[in-house]
């Protein structure tokens, strides 16, 4: 069964950095990618990168998060730098199958605070 799992999250001050991981199991991927979502709020897109490597950025954020994948390993990654307060979200990992199946990890909490 197809499976998502993530890592990395937790708590940063503001202009720091972190990188969230996440493995994907039980197939191969054609897009993999990241969203967050604050609570009240709708998921929003962050990142996603193809097998290729063609990369989609949220537009507000291409300057200070980039993404990253090894295929190989079926891993995608997200490196965040110089965090700001407004960051804080649950990040969730994206991707979907060779055969079309969207899948979503459970998420991974990125708190930004002093």
């Known amino acids: 069964q197809e499976q998502l799992v993530e890592s990395g999250g937790g708590l940063v001050q503001p202009g720091g950095s972190l990188r969230l991981s996440c493995v994907g199991k039980?197939?191969?991927?054609?897009?993999m990618g990241w969203y967050r979502q604050v609570p009240g709020k709708e998921r929003e897109l962050v990142a996603t990168?193809?097998?290729?490597?063609?990369?989609n950025y949220a537009d507000s954020l291409t300057d200070r998060f980039t993404i990253s994948r090894i295929n190989a390993e079926n891993t995608v990654y997200l490196q965040m730098n110089s965090l700001k307060a407004e960051d804080t979200a649950v990040y969730y990992c994206?991707?979907?199958?060779?055969?079309?199946?969207?899948?979503w990890g459970r998420g991974t909490l990125v708190t930004v605070s002093s």
């Open positions: 039980g197939s191969i991927f054609s897009y």
């Open positions: 994206n991707a979907q199958t060779v055969n079309y199946k969207n899948i």
């Open positions: 990168v193809t097998r290729g490597g063609t990369t």
